[in-house]
């Protein structure tokens, strides 16, 4: 048992050069926690705010110094003297202070770093790794490593400039039991993929979260290079590996179109579910994340009941991991699978009762780094401690995406 004896925020710089929020927090007894804030760029509209200045003459407004303000000024005087370990009235004395639906008060930004540093600080505290206080904090097991990685080898979206409207298409190693053998695969299938896209004379210069940008003729042929990369690396697609996509549908619809590039298509809702299905049957796609806008909560349905008995249909920007949009999602089956992102609701606590929720309901959850991210790993120990199924945090390269799958790697070998 400790109590808070200083919590302190910093602006940092992400991935992408952009700031973000650095909190450190140090206990009585000495132990010091520090949690970096990762930002999206693909994010959904319901998304708790994440606080920016605004001032264009200072990093084109995306400066966060006023986040960074109401952590040292606001938050930290109500915190310190707090027990540490009590996590969940930690996270309600911030919402509180706050005061609004969507963060809007202190910012989702200033709001997470606190939690997930003080999380940090009292597991050092305790002697215990992340992962386990974690579990043992929110009532989880964590007693076997069973998350599964997601590798976002080839980028598109909002993610690259690749031209290509998919957004993520993903190895999923769902037929390999060890986590190292999984890993292995990624990096194995990911240099293969280079390979062939160097014969194919495409550029093999990587987006936002690693994985390589090529111009291709068609997201089809996308999945066809991918396959290819599967076998050539010496995995068996379907058995071994599998493919996942990450659609991001809402960033190319047009009034009530979807534009697919660079087919030039535009679609309807339901010939972008017919597209899925043909996917589906010819690539070895086994998941679908946001194949539809986020507030076409007739259209998810339809898919949800035409191919998520194949597949897993994701909510991302359907349900930013909030628990009220989440049990429309179950009351409504609109579908099966949730993605969990720290920084779309804003605290840790909030965060493990959209998975508890998700559970409770024999639902999947993917628990997902963002595109803007830094070398912090905590959501490795957050997959693990809170039994996520999968795990999406990027390619095979980048520092600050590595770091979680070696995280993981690490925790494996603590957890059989």
């Not at 996509?245 to 010939?271: C, G, T």
């Not at 008995?309 to 949009?325: A, C, F, H, P, Y």
């Not at 998700?358 to 693990?384: C, P, Q, W, Y």
């Not at 945090?393 to 690490?410: H, P, V």
Request: charged share 30%; proline share 2%; glycine share 8%.
């Amino acid at each position: 048992m400790s109590k808070i004896k200083k919590v302190f925020a910093r602006e940092i710089l992400d991935s992408r050069g952009n700031p973000t929020v650095e909190v450190e927090v140090v206990l009585e007894s000495g132990a010091e926690g520090v949690a970096g804030v990762p930002s999206g760029a693909s994010t959904g509209s319901q998304e708790a705010l994440e606080l920016r200045d605004g001032d264009k003459s200072r990093y084109e407004g995306k400066g966060v110094l006023q986040a960074v303000a109401n952590v040292n000024e606001k938050i930290a005087p109500i915190l310190i003297d707090e027990e540490s370990s009590d996590q969940r009235k930690i996270d309600k004395k911030m919402l509180d202070l706050d005061g609004t639906e969507n963060k809007t008060g202190l910012g989702a930004n200033a709001i997470l770093g606190v939690s997930l540093a003080v999380c940090r600080a009292t597991a050092k505290e305790q002697g215990k790794e992340l992962y386990l206080y974690i579990a043992d904090t929110y009532g989880f097991k964590a007693e076997s490593f069973k998350t599964i990685p997601m590798f976002n080898i080839l980028n598109g979206g909002e993610h690259s400039d690749s031209g290509l409207s998919i957004q993520e298409f993903k190895l999923i190693p769902r037929g390999i039991s060890a986590y190292p053998e999984q890993l292995r695969a990624g990096s194995e299938i990911f240099y293969a993929l280079k390979k062939i896209l160097t014969s194919m004379n495409q550029s093999t210069a990587v987006g936002d979260e690693g994985g390589f940008a090529p111009h291709l003729e068609s997201n089809s042929q996308a999945l066809e290079v991918i396959n290819q990369a599967i076998a050539e690396a010496g995995y068996e697609a379907g058995k071994d590996v599998f493919i996942g996509l990450d659609v991001a549908a809402n960033s190319f619809l047009e009034e009530d179109r979807y534009f697919l590039k660079p087919e030039n298509e535009k679609l309807n809702k339901e010939n972008m579910v017919n597209l899925y299905k043909d996917w589906i049957e010819k690539y070895n796609v086994i998941s679908i994340e946001d194949g539809l806008a986020e507030e076409d909560w007739e259209g998810w349905r339809m898919m949800n009941e035409k191919i998520g008995s194949q597949v897993m249909t994701i909510g991302d920007d359907l349900l930013v991991t909030n628990v009220k949009r989440l049990q429309k999602a179950i009351t409504e089956k609109a579908c099966n699978s949730v993605l969990i992102k720290v920084n779309q609701i804003g605290s840790l606590s909030e965060t493990i009762d959209c998975m508890k929720l998700a559970k409770e309901n024999n639902m999947k959850t993917i628990v997902s780094h963002r595109s803007g991210e830094t070398t912090d790993d905590f959501i490795a120990d957050l997959a693990i401690g809170a039994e996520a199924d999968f795990i999406k945090t990027g390619s095979l390269s980048r520092g600050e995406r590595i770091c979680k799958y070696n995280r993981m790697l690490r925790i494996s070998e603590k957890l059989k």
